[in-house]
């Protein structure tokens, strides 16, 4: 080979090698460049857990019943209230009268109260509504019961003695006291809330004659009537036949049992030695009741207590024999009772002797009157 082809050949040569030089220069100097240090790979966050949404109440059913698992609402508790005994003023024909009222007391509850039952207490003659109450204790046996007591007070005015006139025929029809009584007696119950199917009226002598006329005139009103050493309505239609139906028992056919009969349970106290009232006129007030009962339709079974079949169960204090007639239903109840006291005088049998005209040693009249009343509703 020639010199100058070799030359040749050596010059491509080495320009090939200074190309592939210049090439390795230029892929280093590039790698360098972009080479970085290494890192990590990064953590990307936990998502957060979602937020529970609140559900409604849910239901569990138990074997006997559904229970509500979240209870959200309590009844609030009413107020307990005290019992009281007021006197109240009020007016009739422009004259001021007087009576008194026994509320019971009434415990803490959730529930508002049942209306309560209420019992018009009648006083004799040189009485009053606090005396006639200290005296029949009526008031502690209603606070066990849960009954109102109304005690209406006759004035000086009115009778000098403070009678209720049962015999004067101004008083003997749907005016006068009877009206008074029956006027006092709803407005009482209205105000107080009184179960308007259960009222009864009772009375002492006086009183319990006007207690006779009072709920043979308004039935609509008294669901009962008590009477005690007192007269059958209409026994009188002045005070000289007042004295004789006193002394001797009524001895006319009444005028108020001319009147429309209605149906109205009846109990009658009177003690056999009774010197003011004649024991005979609880005898006309039993029987004309039996007769007004039987002719509404009313089948009615007699039964007697005798003395010795009461000695057991007898209270310490109860020393007089007792003869007690009831006339019951089929169902058993009794709707006329008649306890004849025997050697008992004129006064309120089984009293407190802190009142006038009571014998604390007869069977308990106030305890039986009221247990006889709650009985029955109009």
Not at 262 to 267: F, G
Not at 352 to 377: E, K, V, W, Y
Request: charged content about 15%; glycine content about 6%; hydrophobic content about 40%.
């Amino acid at each position: 080979m020639s010199l100058s082809i070799r030359r040749v050949l050596e010059a491509a040569r080495l320009t090939a090698q200074s190309a592939l030089n210049k090439t390795l220069n230029m892929m280093q100097s590039s790698l360098k460049l972009n080479r970085q240090p290494w890192q990590p790979p990064v953590q990307e966050p936990a998502p957060a857990p979602a937020t529970p949404v609140q559900q409604p109440p849910v239901e569990r059913e138990t074997d006997t019943h559904t229970a509500i698992v979240n209870v959200t609402e309590v009844a609030p508790l009413r107020a307990a209230r005290p019992a009281s005994f007021t006197k109240h003023h009020y007016v009739v024909d422009g004259e001021p009268r007087v009576y008194r009222l026994f509320v019971p007391s009434l415990p803490a509850s959730a529930e508002p109260p049942a209306a309560m039952p209420m019992v018009v207490m009648l006083h004799g003659c040189k009485q009053d509504a606090a005396d006639f109450a200290l005296g029949t204790a009526m008031n502690a046996l209603a606070e066990q019961h849960q009954c109102l007591v109304l005690y209406p007070e006759q004035t000086a005015k009115a009778n000098n003695l403070r009678c209720w006139n049962w015999f004067d025929v101004a008083h003997q029809g749907h005016g006068g006291e009877p009206a008074m009584l029956a006027a006092l007696t709803r407005q009482v119950a209205r105000r107080q809330g009184v179960n308007p199917s259960r009222i009864y009226i009772a009375g002492l002598s006086a009183g319990g004659a006007m207690a006779a006329v009072v709920a043979a005139l308004y039935p609509e009103v008294f669901a009962a009537v008590g009477v005690h050493s007192g007269l059958p309505a209409g026994a009188a239609s002045d005070v000289i036949s007042a004295f004789k139906a006193m002394r001797h028992g009524a001895s006319h056919r009444p005028a108020l049992a001319q009147h429309k009969p209605s149906l109205m349970p009846t109990i009658v106290f009177h003690g056999r030695a009774d010197q003011t009232v004649h024991p005979d006129n609880s005898d006309q007030i039993v029987a004309a009741a039996l007769m007004t009962l039987q002719s509404c339709g009313l089948a009615l079974q007699k039964a007697e207590h005798s003395p010795a079949a009461r000695q057991v169960d007898r209270p310490a204090s109860d020393t007089r024999d007792t003869l007690q007639t009831v006339y019951r239903t089929a169902c058993g109840k009794s709707f006329l009772e008649y306890w004849s006291v025997n050697a008992g005088p004129h006064a309120w049998s089984g009293g407190s002797a802190a009142g006038s005209f009571t014998d604390p040693h007869g069977p308990n009249a106030s305890r039986a009157m009221l247990a006889f009343f709650l009985q029955h509703s109009r």
